[in-house]
C-alpha cells in the first residue's frame, strides 16, 4: 500500500499541534503560585506545590488508561473526550475561592490536578500513538513533532494567564502585545478552561489511524539504527514489563523527568528568589510587576527550548543510536541542574534552564520512540503509558525536591494587587534550591550511566 492511496498523514501531525498546544498549558502552573499564595497566606510551599505534583502524576497514570483505550477505539473520540475532560476540570476549579483554605486547596486538588490531569493524559497519548503510526520512516522526529506542541503551550499560556491575574499587557520577552483585563486568579482558570475544551475538541477530528499493515512507499529501516537493531517482535504489555530493558529506562526516564520538570514547574518562583533575594523591602508594586512578567518570561522562554529539543533531539535520534543521544542529552541536562544555582543573572538564567528545557524536550520525544523501537507499534498506546508512569513520578518527585529541600533564607515585603485587586503588603519568602538541584543533577549523571546497559539485540520476550 503507498502513501497516494491514503489521507496525507501529515495532517495527522497538524493534529496532534494543536492538541498539545493546550495540554502543554499544565506547565504555566508557577505563575499561578505567587497569587495564590497571596490569596491563601496560610498555605505553605509544599501545599501550594501539591496541585503541579498530582496533575502530572494523574496525568501519567491517564495515558495508560488512554492509551489502552484508543487502542480499541481510536484515537479521535478518546482525545475528544479528554478534552472535555480537562476543560471541565479547569473550569470548576475557579469556584475554589469559595471555600475556605484548606478546603479550598482539596478543590484544586481535585478539580485542576485529578479532573485536569485525567483529561490531559487521555488525550495526550492520541497524537503520539497515531503519529509512530503513521511514520515508522521519521519515528524520532514525528513523536517531538507530535510532543513539540506541549513543550510550547507554556509560552503562549503563561503571558495570558499572568496577564489576567494580575490585569497587565499581554508580553512575550517583555514585548506588550495588548492590553488584558484582571480577571483573578479563579476566573483565569475558567478562562483557560474554556479555550483548552474548544482547541483541543477541534484537533482531535484530526486524528484517524493508518490503514491495517500501512509502511510508506519504499521504506525499509536503515542500517545502524536503534529501530534496525531491535528485535521485529510485537510485546504485549505484560511482556514488556518482564524484559529488564523497560526498567532500565524507566529508571532513565524518571531522572530526566525529574530534573526537568523540577525547574518547569518552579521557574517562576526560582527567579523571583533570585531576584528579590537582591533586594530589601518593601518592594514596590511595579517592582514586582516586573520580576513577575520576567518570571513568566522565563516560563515562556522555558517553553520554547522544551519544544525545539522534542524536534532537535528527535531528528538527531534518527540518525544515529538513540542511547547515544540519550547519553548526551543526560551529561548536559546533569550539568546544567549542578550549576544552576550558580546563574542569577538573567541572561544566564534563561539560558540555563533553556539548557535543561531543551535535555527535557528530548526526553519526551526519545522514549515514546524507544517503546515503538524496542516493544513495537501493536500496543504502543498502552505501552508507552505504563513507560509514561516515569514521567508521573518525576512529576511528584521533581517539584517536591524543590519545595521539600528548599531552605528559606530571609522574608522580603512587597506590595501587590494580583489577588483581590487591592493594594496590600505580603511576604515572600525567598528560598535556596540548592540541594534539590544538586539531587536532580547527579541523577542525570547516573542515568547517563545506566542508558548505554540497555541492550536492543539482547530483548527476550519472555
Not at 138 to 152: E, I, N, Q, S
Request: glycine share 10%; hydrophobic share 55%.
Amino acid at each position: 500500500m503507498t502513501e497516494k492511496k491514503v489521507m496525507n498523514r501529515w495532517w495527522v501531525v497538524v493534529g496532534a499541534l494543536v492538541i498539545q498546544v493546550s495540554l502543554g498549558a499544565v506547565y504555566i502552573w508557577s505563575v499561578f503560585q505567587s497569587p495564590l499564595l497571596e490569596f491563601f497566606p496560610s498555605w505553605t510551599e509544599t501545599q501550594v506545590t501539591l496541585p503541579a505534583q498530582i496533575v502530572l502524576a494523574s496525568f501519567a497514570l491517564a495515558v495508560i488508561f488512554g492509551g489502552r483505550i484508543q487502542d480499541r477505539l481510536g484515537p479521535r473520540i478518546v482525545a475528544t473526550a479528554g478534552g472535555l475532560i480537562l476543560g471541565t476540570g479547569l473550569i470548576l476549579a475557579r469556584f475554589a475561592y469559595m471555600f475556605e483554605p484548606s478546603f479550598a486547596l482539596v478543590w484544586l486538588i481535585l478539580t485542576y490536578a485529578v479532573l485536569g490531569g485525567i483529561g490531559i493524559g487521555v488525550a495526550y497519548v492520541c497524537p503520539i500513538a497515531t503519529c509512530v503510526k503513521w511514520f515508522p520512516d521519521k519515528r524520532g522526529m514525528v513523536t517531538g513533532l507530535a510532543v513539540a506542541g506541549f513543550g510550547a503551550g507554556a509560552f503562549f499560556f503563561a503571558p495570558l494567564a499572568r496577564g489576567l491575574i494580575c490585569g497587565d499587557a499581554y508580553s512575550l520577552f517583555n514585548l506588550q502585545l495588548f492590553n488584558l483585563p484582571q480577571v483573578g486568579v479563579f476566573n483565569s482558570f475558567m478562562t483557560l478552561g474554556v479555550i483548552f475544551l474548544v482547541i483541543v475538541v477541534a484537533g482531535a477530528q484530526l486524528l484517524i489511524n493508518p490503514p491495517e499493515g500501512y509502511k510508506p512507499a519504499g521504506w525499509n529501516p536503515p542500517e545502524g539504527t536503534t529501530a534496525a537493531k531491535a528485535p521485529k517482535v510485537e510485546f504485549a504489555p505484560g511482556e514488556m514489563l518482564r524484559t529488564p530493558a523497560f526498567w532500565l529506562l524507566w529508571i532513565t526516564y524518571f531522572a530526566g523527568c525529574t530534573a526537568g520538570l523540577q525547574v518547569i514547574m518552579k521557574a517562576s518562583p526560582i527567579w523571583q528568589s533570585f531576584s528579590f533575594g537582591e533586594m530589601t523591602g518593601p518592594i514596590p508594586h511595579s517592582t514586582y510587576l516586573s520580576v513577575t512578567a520576567v518570571g513568566a518570561t522565563a516560563v515562556s522562554f522555558l517553553a520554547i527550548f522544551n519544544a525545539g529539543g522534542r524536534i532537535l533531539w528527535g531528528k538527531v535520534s534518527d540518525m544515529m543510536d538513540r542511547r547515544v543521544t540519550l547519553l548526551i542529552m543526560f551529561l548536559i541536562c546533569g550539568a546544567a541542574m549542578l550549576t544552576l544555582d550558580y546563574m542569577r543573572e538573567l541572561p544566564l538564567y534563561l539560558i540555563w534552564i533553556g539548557i535543561i528545557g531543551l535535555c527535557f524536550g528530548g526526553f519526551l520525544s526519545l522514549y515514546p520512540a524507544l517503546t515503538a523501537d524496542f516493544f513495537g507499534t501493536r500496543h504502543i498506546g498502552v505501552n508507552y503509558g505504563l513507560m509514561f508512569t516515569a514521567y508521573g513520578a518525576g512529576g511528584i518527585i521533581g517539584p517536591y525536591l524543590a519545595a521539600r529541600f528548599m531552605r528559606i533564607v530571609e522574608h522580603i515585603p512587597y506590595l501587590t494587587t494580583c489577588p483581590r485587586g487591592t493594594l496590600q503588603e505580603v511576604m515572600f519568602a525567598v528560598g535556596d534550591y540548592t540541594i534539590a538541584f544538586w539531587t536532580a543533577g547527579i541523577a542525570c549523571i547516573i542515568a547517563a550511566v545506566l542508558i548505554m546497559q540497555v541492550k536492543p539485540d539482547k530483548i527476550q520476550t519472555k
